[in-house]
Every structure is written in C-alpha cells, then in structure tokens.
C-alpha cells in the first residue's frame, strides 16, 4: 500500500484548512433571504420572483440570495421570527407588516402603466355601454355588482374606499355583493353579459383583456372616471403604490443599501424584470394613503377599529348616550319609587281592609240586632194597639155571634112548633153560614194582624191595607158614632211594601184619629163634620200618599214637637209609642210621616211611600228603625 508523500498530506492538510476557513466564511455570511409572498401558489411565485432573486444573488456573490415563498401567514410568522432580510410583498400585506413588526419599504416595483406620481394600482367600476340607468358610483345602490376577491386589494378594496366616498356602503346598500375569485377576467364578462349591473376590476386589467382581443372595450363604460397624469389606463379611484420591497427592522443598513443599489442598477429589459412583469425598481413610494384607506375601510391592520367601533360610535353621540343613560336613571328609580309606593299602600290598603271588614261584620251584627228589635218592637205594638181595642173587638165579634144565636133560636122555635117549611128554615142556615164567616173574618183579621213574622217586601195594593186597618176599627167607630169614609184613589201603582206593617200605620192612624174625636161632644155639627176620612192618592212626584183626617181635639203645642218621641202620650192608658213605630215604619219603606192641622179643625196625618220603580229603600235604610 504506497505511502502519502509528505507534500500530498501538507496538500491535504492546506485543503482541509482552506476548507474550514471557507466554511467559516461561509457561517458568518448567510445568502440573503428574500421572502416573497407566493399568493397563487409557490410554482408562480418561483416562475415570476426567482429571476429577480437570483439577479440579486449575481450582485452579491460572497453571500448569494435565496428566495423563501411564503403564504400570508408563512409571512407573517418569518417576518415575526426575523428568519429573512427582505420581504417582497405586495402592498396591503405591506402595509400591515409595516405596522404590526416595523418592516420599511426600500424600493417600490415600478410599472410601465405607473403615473406621474409612480403608483400604478387602482380600481375601474365598468357597467354595460347601454346602462344609463347607471350613470354615477351611486346608482349602484340596490344593484348586483361582482368583484374579484374580497382581499384583492385593486379588485376590490381600493373600489370600496370609493364607493363609501360616493355614499354606497357596499356590504350594507346593495342588492348582492358577490366575487368572482380567480381568474378575475370572469368579472368582464359578467358585466358584459348581464349577470351583473357592475363590476370591479384592478385597474390596466379591461385594457389587457382588450390587447389580447378577448374583449372589446366598447362595451363597457367606466363609472366615475379620473384621469390621471402619466396613467393611460382607465381608472375609477386614486392609484395607489405598486408592490414594495422592504428590509426588516433587523437588517442590517448597509446591507438594505447595497441592495437597493443592486435594484436600481437593473436595466429595463433584464430578463427578470420581464419575468415578474415590471420594467424596473424606484424610490420606495409614500404608503400612506394606503394607510388612510385601510383605516376607512377598517381592514389590515386596522381591523381593531371594527371591534372599538361602539366606542366610537359613543364617543360620537355621547350626549344622546348621556340623554338615554340619564333617562334609564330616572326611570329605574322612578320605578323603584312606584314600586316602594305601591308596596306602602298595598300594606295600608291590607290593615284599612281588615279594619273594614271587621267593621262590617260588627255592623251587620249591630244591624240584626237592630232588626230582631224592631221586630219585637212592632209585635207588642199591634199586641198593644189591639189590647186597645179588645173591648171593640169583642163588641164587634159580638154582632155576628148575637145575629147567629138570634137566628139559631128562630129556628128552633119553628121547627118546635113545625112550621117552618124547607125554604124558609134554608134561608135562616144561609144566615147563620154568612154571620159566621163574618166572625171568622173578624178573627182571621186580627190573628193575621198580630201574627209574629218577618218582615218582608212586595209590591202591595196600599188600599189593600186601608181597607183591611179600617175593618179592625169598625167596632171602635161604631162605638164612638164616627163614621170612617173611604176615599181611595183607583190608579194606584203597586208599592213595594210589608202590608202587614202598612195596615199597623194606618190602624194606629185611624185608632188615633177616633181616640181624639171620642172626647169631643157630637154637637150640632154632628153631621158632615164628625168623621174619620182615609184617603189615598198618587202625590206630585208619583208617590203614593196615603191621609187621615180628623176633626178632634188637635194637637197643643206640647204635642206638636214631641208627636214622634218615644213613650209621649196623654192617654190614659196609652203608651206612646204608636206614631214613633209609625214614623220608623215608613222611613224604612223610603217614605215619610208627617202631621198637619186639619183647616176645619183636628190633625191630617200624612204619609207617602215611593212606588215600585222609583228608588227602593236600601237594606242599609231598612234597618233605622226607631
Ligand atoms: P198613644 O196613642 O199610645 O198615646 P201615639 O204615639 O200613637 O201613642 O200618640 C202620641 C200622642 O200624640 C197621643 O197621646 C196624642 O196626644 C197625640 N196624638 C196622636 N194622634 C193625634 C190626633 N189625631 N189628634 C190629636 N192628638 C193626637
């Protein structure tokens, strides 16, 4: 096995420390990175940005340069975790980067569309040659318009700012806001063939469709055009910057100089220019009114502002805010207030209730006391009045007994001495049948009169009553050669009335009336003057008024005010309670009593009582007896 020469293995060892000394170089310059955002995919992004790359890697050939593709997110997370040197991006990618991590714009791309100003991006709104329906960016409100993509930054965005500037919220005012995604030609067409009132498109697009004859651009008008210095595309809106290239905060100055030189340096024509479709690198342009249109439109970095816009909106209107939140105040404690107030009546109304129900009770108790009273009361009065008349009575029964006894004897004798025919002894049965229903009608009178009963309202016939008062004082009026006349009204509505109560009145009436005349002498006036007179009549108002004249001794003055007390009498055995009884009677029954001097000497007593369908007494009245 041949042995290395000395001078191969110093070769070698001069090899190996050429090598690790170029490795060392190697480690201390890494190749540039040039993240590039590969937004139709990495192939494309290959295809039209690795030229570009490798020119720079041409420009430095101690480090070279490797171009990174990266998505949007892929973006963000190299440009957070500092892995590149520049990011080549496009301009609202930009503009968030600058301001979420600091990126700064060194070159802008430049086109050969670009204006006086240099920018170049912009948005044309088409709508069909024919639709003059349309003929301003607010017309477009309640149509359907088509647009690239939501996140196309000329396809859409830049169109938006405008639309919002002429006063048509897109997402808000039309019809349907629909995209057409990629290949965005798709929105041409559909404007072309209706399927849309509008459309938006990146700005240049319409001419190039139209340059490689895949439209013609007669068809269409452009809403709202501006003309633009230098810029010979149609446009609808401001141009904005094209696509920048921007160093990261880490990257070193000299570098991102050299770099920018190594840009500008390069010829119109090269090769990568053309294959990323640019005719070259420019100053960096001022990003700032993409800034301002982000932040109207609230996307990019200033997505925040969608989520402080109550606070906006409150900063906004704070005095209608403040108007509300006062009036919220006033009505919480307003309705605290009512509520405490209702909670403080209910308790009274509660305690006021008990006490009233209690009080009822006890009333109704008072009441039925009052009543079983009275009923006593009016019982020993009819007891008394016919106490009274006893003597009358019995004089009265008398008749009919003495007629029977009288006809019993007759017939006796004649049968005794047979000769009474069939007929004539008939008659005197007759007789007899007819004297002792008169006796039975006498005592059926005064059982009825004195029976103990409830009292109880129905509409009565008021001459029903007379009638039946005056049969009890017959006897008495007999006696005292006072003859009673009658004088009783033939339309009389019926009264809601006790008739048994009714009769007691006008009996003490009548009683009263024959008790001040027994005194007088039957002079020579003994004719028309001598007399009781009942009468009843419907008084002014429709009452029923019910009289009983008399022409006895009247009333002294005495008499005169304490008529209606309690136990006032001058009679001898009387007791004074026959006119108080009468007075409550015909209170309870919603009428009154009263007493007059009689023009031709004596007392009228007077009293009315309501009919039927005018107003009843209470059963609260009923009860004020005496
Ligand atoms: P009494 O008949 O038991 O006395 P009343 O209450 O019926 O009780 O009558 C009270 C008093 O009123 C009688 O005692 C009498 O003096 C007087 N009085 C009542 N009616 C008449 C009358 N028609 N004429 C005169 N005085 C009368």
Redesign the pocket.
């Known amino acids: 096995m041949p042995r290395p020469s000395r001078s191969t293995l110093a070769g070698v060892l001069v090899a190996l420390w050429a090598g690790l000394g170029m490795a060392d170089t190697a480690a201390a310059e890494p190749p540039i990175r040039v993240g590039v955002l590969a937004y139709r995919g990495g192939d494309h992004a290959n295809a039209a940005w690795e030229p570009t790359v490798r020119y720079l890697a041409e420009r430095f050939p101690d480090r070279g340069a490797e171009m990174v593709p990266l998505d949007l997110p892929g973006m963000d997370a190299a440009v957070r975790d500092r892995t590149l040197d520049f990011v080549l991006t496009n301009t609202g990618n930009y503009v968030e980067l600058e301001a979420r991590y600091g990126v700064t714009r060194v070159a802008t791309l430049h086109s050969s569309r670009a204006g006086a100003s240099g920018a170049s991006i912009g948005s044309t709104i088409i709508v069909r040659a024919e639709r003059t329906d349309i003929r301003d960016l607010a017309d477009i409100k309640g149509r359907t318009v088509l647009a690239g993509d939501p996140d196309a930054f000329g396809g859409f965005q830049i169109a938006w700012g405008e639309m919002l500037k002429a006063g048509v919220d897109p997402y808000r005012d039309l019809k349907e806001l629909r995209f057409s995604g990629f290949p965005v030609d798709r929105v041409a067409f559909a404007v072309r063939d209706g399927t849309a009132d509008a459309g938006v498109l990146r700005a240049c697009l319409l001419e190039e469709l139209a340059a490689e004859g895949r439209l013609d651009p007669a068809r269409f008008r452009v809403l709202a055009p501006k003309t633009m210095p230098g810029f010979d595309c149609a446009v609808s809106t401001d141009l904005y910057p094209d696509w920048p290239l921007a160093r990261l905060a880490s990257t070193p100055e000299d570098l991102a100089k050299a770099v920018v030189v190594a840009l500008f340096e390069m010829p119109a024509d090269h090769p990568a220019a053309k294959a990323a479709g640019y005719e070259g690198w420019t100053v960096p342009l001022d990003y700032q009114s993409v800034h301002a249109l982000f932040r109207s439109l609230r996307i990019g970095p200033y997505r925040h502002l969608r989520e402080v816009s109550l606070v906006e909106l409150a900063r906004e209107h704070w005095e209608w805010l403040a108007v509300g939140v006062l009036a919220l105040l006033w009505w919480a404690i307003h309705s605290l207030r009512v509520e405490h107030l209702i909670k403080v009546r209910t308790a009274e109304l509660r305690t006021a209730n008990r006490d009233l129900v209690h009080e009822m009770a006890e009333r109704r108790r008072a009441q039925e006391d009052a009543r079983e009273r009275q009923k006593e009361m009016d019982h020993v009065a009819r007891l008394s009045i016919l106490g009274e008349m006893a003597s009358n009575l019995a004089h009265e029964l008398n008749q009919p007994l003495g007629a029977i006894a009288n006809y019993a004897r007759g017939c006796t004798r004649r049968l005794e001495a047979g000769t009474g025919n069939p007929d004539q002894l008939l008659e005197v049965t007759r007789a007899i049948a007819e004297q002792a229903d008169r006796a039975g009608q006498i005592i059926a009178r005064i059982r009825n009169f004195v029976r103990k009963r409830p009292s109880q309202l129905e509409p009565i016939d008021v001459n029903d009553a007379i009638r039946a008062a005056v049969a009890l004082c017959e006897g008495q009026a007999r006696n005292g050669n006072v003859p009673i006349v009658l004088s009783l009204a033939g339309d009389l509505p019926p009264v809601p009335a006790d008739r048994v109560q009714i009769e007691q009145v006008v009996l003490?009436l009548v009683k009263?009336?024959l008790?001040?005349m027994a005194e007088t002498v039957p002079g020579a006036a003994e004719d028309a003057g001598r007399k009781v007179t009942v009468s009843s009549a419907r008084d002014g108002e429709g009452r029923v008024e019910v009289a009983v004249a008399?022409h006895?001794?009247?009333?002294s003055e005495e008499?005169r005010s304490r008529?209606f007390d309690p136990y006032?009498?001058?009679?001898a055995g009387?007791?004074?309670?026959?006119?108080?009884i009468c007075r409550s009677i015909v209170e309870t029954h919603g009428g009154h009593l009263r007493a007059t001097d009689n023009p031709g000497g004596?007392?009228v007593?007077r009293f009315v009582l309501p009919v039927a369908n005018g107003a009843l007494p209470s059963g609260e009245e009923q009860q004020h007896h005496g």
């Open positions: 003490n009263n009336a008790d001040a008399d006895g001794h009247g009333l008499a008529l006032f009498t001058t009679k009387g007791m004074g309670l026959g006119l108080s004596g007392v007593m």
